[in-house]
């Protein structure tokens, strides 16, 4: 269903892809818009390696929300990890992409946990993540993508 990376020499190991997706602060989502259109978009993000996730916040409205009401159906991307070879003017750039389907989180409970599991990705510190989350925990959406594929490769730049 998913195609493979055509240059079998540029793809990583999964645990490769896996360590981009960790490490990374943003990432790009990607969504079917209006008229066959894509929309892609920059969001932080976490990925929940033992859910096998990744989880992302949002608002309760907007043209995110409306075409991932007409499809869940998502493309997420990170790069990163970019490296010059001293033999080399031309960087390295390694890429993680991840397709699979985007769901809102319907239970309150499940959201607050996910809300503070995020917000220490980019937080200091707990007691500012929990000063957070008591302020504008519950304003927030939080969102799914459910993996059903990933694959990551490293290019050169040239």
């Known amino acids: 269903m998913f195609r493979s990376i055509r240059k079998k020499r540029n793809e990583i190991s999964t645990d490769e892809a896996k360590e981009l997706l960790r490490s990374s602060r ?3 989502l990607a ?4 008229d066959g259109y894509p929309y892609a978009i920059p969001i932080n ?3 929940d390696e033992d859910a096998h996730k990744i989880v992302f916040h949002g608002a309760k409205a907007g043209y995110k929300v409306d075409c991932l009401k007409v499809c869940d159906k998502v493309c997420f991307t990170v790069y990163g990890n ?3 070879q001293e033999e080399s003017w031309a960087p390295f750039l390694q890429s993680t992409v991840v397709f699979g389907r985007c769901h809102l989180v319907e239970n309150q409970e499940a959201t607050m ?3 503070k599991k995020f917000a220490m990705k980019y937080y200091p510190d707990e007691k500012l993540v929990d000063e957070a ?3 504008s925990g519950r304003a927030v959406q939080m ?3 459910e993996i059903e ?3 990551g490769k490293e290019v050169q730049e040239r």
């Open 26 to 28: 943003r990432g790009i």
């Open 133 to 135: 989350v008591a302020s």
């Open 149 to 151: 594929h990933m694959s």
């Open 143 to 145: 969102f799914e993508i």
């Open 82 to 84: 970019e490296r010059i």
């Open 113 to 115: 946990m996910l809300i």
């Open 31 to 34: 969504v079917n818009g209006d």
């Open 45 to 47: 993000y976490l990925y």
